[in-house]
């Protein structure tokens, strides 16, 4: 069965510092990975995914991720925080062969000026 | 381009009462997926639909919840007599293709909030 873990349900980074927001999963085959983002009340914003070749993604609003096979990881990361990044990041993976995204329990990422 | 539409984008029912969810997807669409999300937790999937059709219904409770996505028009997710733990969030999503094959990607629409009294 799929499964995604973000292990932080919160993470503190003070403005202009390096972010990093933790993802591990679990799929039978080969993954399709994805970051979505969440500001209050409303939907869900998609940053970026990984589907196949270089392992480093490049995203929306500076945003990226690096696929690890060997640890089933996919770490959102930006080099320098602003304080509008502030808001709920989902995780989330899609096994191949399947229609339907699993998605994490999201972490909420405070950006502090 | 507009992205995925829902409305209403709050609605308030009372136990017992019928929610009908609409969803319209992003132009060139044909793929609309919902999701459910409680408070502080993830989305979890519900249903996947094409034109005319449900093809993966696997996350939709077996009574009182139904969902069509018609030939012409909306989908729809519909909620018969309602109950206080309905209260959540439900999310539309669309793609242009879905098939277990594809890598499209599934954009979400602002949700719908639904509190039952």
């Known amino acids: 069965a799929q499964s995604v873990a973000q292990p932080e349900d919160q993470v503190n980074v003070a403005e202009g510092n390096p972010l990093t927001v933790k993802c591990t999963y679990s799929v039978s085959g080969n993954p399709y990975l994805f970051w979505y983002v969440q500001y209050p009340n409303r939907g869900l914003q998609f940053l970026l995914k990984?589907?196949?070749?270089?392992?480093l993604v490049k995203g929306s609003y500076g945003f990226e991720a690096e696929f690890n096979k060997s640890q089933t990881s996919f770490h959102l990361k930006k080099p320098s925080a602003l304080v509008s990044d502030s808001a709920l990041y989902f995780c989330?993976?899609?096994?191949?062969?399947?229609?339907?995204?699993?998605f994490g329990k999201g972490t909420r990422l405070h950006i502090l000026p | 381009n507009a992205g995925v539409m829902q409305n209403p984008r709050h609605l308030v029912r009372r136990r017992g009462q019928e929610a009908r969810l609409r969803c319209s997807p992003m132009k060139g669409h044909s793929h609309v997926y919902w999701y459910r999300q409680l408070p502080e937790e993830g989305l979890k999937f519900m249903v996947y639909?094409?034109?005319?059709?449900?093809?993966?219904e696997s996350g939709m409770p077996k009574e009182r919840f139904s969902a069509e996505f018609p030939k012409e028009g909306p989908s729809i997710l519909r909620i018969q007599q309602v109950v206080r733990g309905d209260s959540a969030a439900y999310f539309c999503?669309?793609?242009?293709?879905?098939?277990?094959?594809?890598?499209?990607?599934?954009?979400f629409g602002p949700g719908t909030r639904l509190t039952v009294l």
């Open positions: 990984y589907i196949t070749g270089d392992n």
């Open positions: 989330a993976v899609r096994d191949i062969g399947d229609d339907k995204i699993i």
């Open positions: 999503a669309s793609s242009i293709s879905g098939s277990s094959a594809s890598t499209d990607t599934q954009y």
């Open positions: 639909l094409q034109k005319e059709n449900i093809i993966d």
